[in-house]
C-alpha cells in the first residue's frame, strides 16, 4: 500500500498548512480523489498528530479553508498571474478572523494562542505564505497526486511528494518505457 493509498493522513509535506491540504489523496485525479480527514473526530485525532493544540469545532470550515488553501497553492505553483479572488478571499478573511479570536498570552516567545483548529490552520497559512519557504514549496509531479511539499533539497529539486512513493511509480513507468522501446518487435 502506497503513502497516497493509505487511509491514515501523512505529515510529509515539512509544514502543518501543507500537510493541512494533503490530507486529500490524489488530489487532483477526480476519479481517485479521497478525503483521509472528514468527521471531528478524525480532525481531533490529525491535529493531535500534527502538533497542533487546538480545539476542534466542526469539519465544515475546515474543508473550506483547506479547498481554498489548495487553490492559492495551486496558483502559486504553476506561476499562474492573480491569486484566484473567491479562494484568496476566503482565506484572507479566515486569517483575519483567526487573528481577532486569537488570544495572545502574556508569556514569552511571543504566540498566537488561536481559538480552534480552522483558525490555526489560517495562522500556519499565513505563516508559511509569508515565510522565508514560499519558492520552495512545491507539488508532486506524479499523475493525479497534487500534494505539497516544501523543497529542502540543496539544489531546490524535489519532484514528488515521497521517493518512495510517487518516484517509484515514475521510475518504473520509465523503466517500462524504456524496455518495451528496446525489445524486438
Not at 102 to 124: H, I, K, Q
Not at 154 to 169: I, K, L
Amino acid at each position: 500500500m502506497t503513502q497516497l493509498d493509505s487511509p491514515e493522513p501523512q505529515f510529509i509535506a515539512g509544514h502543518p498548512a501543507l500537510d493541512f491540504v494533503n490530507t486529500v489523496a490524489w488530489r487532483t485525479d477526480d476519479a481517485r480523489r479521497v478525503e483521509r480527514v472528514t468527521g471531528v473526530e478524525e480532525w481531533i485525532l490529525w491535529a493531535a498528530k500534527a502538533g497542533i493544540d487546538a480545539p476542534v469545532q466542526g469539519a465544515g470550515g475546515l474543508t473550506e479553508l483547506r479547498g481554498a488553501l489548495g487553490e492559492v497553492l495551486d496558483a502559486l505553483v504553476d506561476g499562474v498571474g492573480p491569486l484566484p479572488p473567491g479562494p484568496w478571499q476566503e482565506l484572507s478573511r479566515a486569517i483575519v478572523r483567526a487573528r481577532q479570536r486569537a488570544d495572545v498570552p502574556a508569556e514569552l516567545p511571543l504566540r498566537w494562542r488561536p481559538a480552534g483548529l480552522d483558525d490555526a490552520l489560517a495562522l500556519l497559512a499565513e505563516e508559511l505564505l509569508a515565510g522565508p519557504y514560499l519558492e520552495r514549496i512545491g507539488r508532486c509531479q506524479g499523475p493525479g497526486c497534487g500534494w505539497f511539499y516544501l523543497d529542502r533539497t540543496r539544489a531546490g529539486n524535489r519532484r514528488w511528494c515521497s521517493s518512495g512513493d510517487c518516484g517509484n511509480r515514475d521510475r518504473a513507468r520509465r523503466h517500462y518505457a524504456r524496455s518495451a522501446q528496446s525489445s524486438p518487435r
